[in-house]
């Protein structure tokens, strides 16, 4: 089934149908892929244009997916922050404590940064984790003293500004690195 979405879809693009990808065809694709980080990185701009209208059982794929290709991720080059990719997904699907596991590995695998920064102290502000989320902030800002973003944004938290609760909301503004099919590189 899943090769059959998956080459279906490929058909209607190369025809020049516009925006053929669904939530379906892209976790098809990662399927028929054997979950390839690469195949990943590739549909990553797709799938992001998906993800506001993400239904519960797609949140539950997309994190189970994830974590398929994480483990299967063996980086050979130095070409793409997978982790923060699929961080990024996740928080913007409302999945903040998934999302808070690729951004401590995306830490640990290259360092910190201050996009990766402010995107883990957004998950630890949905789960009413104040003291983590001002340390990142602080951390996003120390790396990069002009990163308005992380300025903003501890301003309103040390302001007193509550945010929703996770499960209504998702992430205020999560810092848009992915560029180009690349995961993680600096922000254009």
Known sequence: DDLLVTVGRAVLAARGAADVATFESIFATI?????????????????????????????????????????????????????????????????????????????????????????????????DQIDEAVKLLDEAIDLDPDYQLARTMREKVLAGDRFESPVKAGPAHVAAVPRSGEIGGEPA
Request: aromatic fraction near 10%.
């Open 31 to 127: 399927r028929v892929s054997g979950y390839d980080p690469l195949t990943f990185v590739l549909i990553h701009p797709a799938l992001e244009k998906l993800l506001p209208n993400a239904k519960e059982s797609h949140k539950n794929e997309l994190e189970r997916i994830c974590g398929r290709i994480y483990a299967l991720n063996y980086p050979l080059e130095d070409v793409s922050d997978l982790a923060f990719g699929l961080g990024s997904v996740l928080a913007n699907v409302g999945r903040y404590e998934a999302a808070l596991f690729y951004f401590d590995r995306s830490r640990a695998d290259r360092g910190p940064r201050p996009p990766t920064c402010y995107n883990a102290a957004l998950c630890h502000l949905r789960l």
